[in-house]
């Protein structure tokens, strides 16, 4: 599961808090299966994860 990372200035600038988010000790498997769907586009900021596919592209400029 392709999960990838913000750093935590990147996140306040995107306002990442105001998206679906799970603790990192989660199964990303699991939430996508359950919750998301197999296209959701998580993105690891801090501790948490985050579900922004609504916004692209916040997920394209993560690495």
């Known amino acids: 599961m392709k999960v990838k990372r913000l750093t935590k200035e990147q996140g306040k600038r995107f306002d990442i808090c105001r998206f679906p988010n799970f603790h990192k000790t989660g ?14 586009l998580l993105v690891r900021c801090g501790d948490y994860i985050y579900n922004v596919t609504s916004e692209p592209n916040i997920y394209e400029q993560a690495k």
């Open 27 to 40: 199964s990303v498997k699991c939430m996508k299966s359950l919750y998301y769907g197999k296209d959701a």
